[in-house]
């Protein structure tokens, strides 16, 4: 059984930073690509970012590149998201996700559908 467990989220000024954690268990972690998404009230879930097995290849959403960074330490089988400069418009549940392949696409390491396995969120608040 695959368990993913976020934490770092919070409530925060427009301007702050927060790194989010995800540990995961019960896969060989180091063997899938990992992703962070992100929904807001009344939106549908969207990207955020995603890496590659080994912490070579990365993606991000257009809307956060510059100032997030996500990455991955395999020997304790977490990956975080450095989220910097943050804004109103970041507020947001966040999850992580496990991809469903060990193979690196990046179209669809985007696309939600591709993760079998996800954590419960955790919430990210911005206030302007």
């Known amino acids: 059984q695959v368990q993913l467990v976020e934490s770092g989220g919070g409530l925060v000024q427009a301007g702050d930073s927060l790194r989010l954690s995800c540990a995961a268990s019960?896969?060989?972690?180091?063997?899938?690509?990992m992703a962070w998404f992100r929904q807001a009230p009344g939106k549908e879930r969207e990207f955020v970012a995603a890496?590659?097995?080994?912490?070579?290849?990365?993606n991000y959403a257009d809307s956060v590149k510059g100032r997030f960074t996500i990455s991955r330490d395999n020997a304790k089988n977490t990956v975080y998201l450095q989220m910097n400069s943050l804004k109103p418009a970041d507020t947001a549940v966040y999850y992580c996700?496990?991809?469903?392949?060990?193979?690196?696409?990046?179209?669809?390491?985007?696309?939600?559908?591709?993760?079998?396995?996800w954590g419960q969120g955790t919430q990210v608040t911005v206030s302007s």
């Open positions: 890496i590659d097995r080994s912490g070579t290849i990365i």
């Open positions: 996700a496990v991809h469903r392949t060990p193979l690196w696409s990046t179209a669809q390491t985007m696309d939600v559908k591709t993760y079998d396995y």
């Open positions: 019960g896969r060989t972690f180091s063997s899938y690509p």
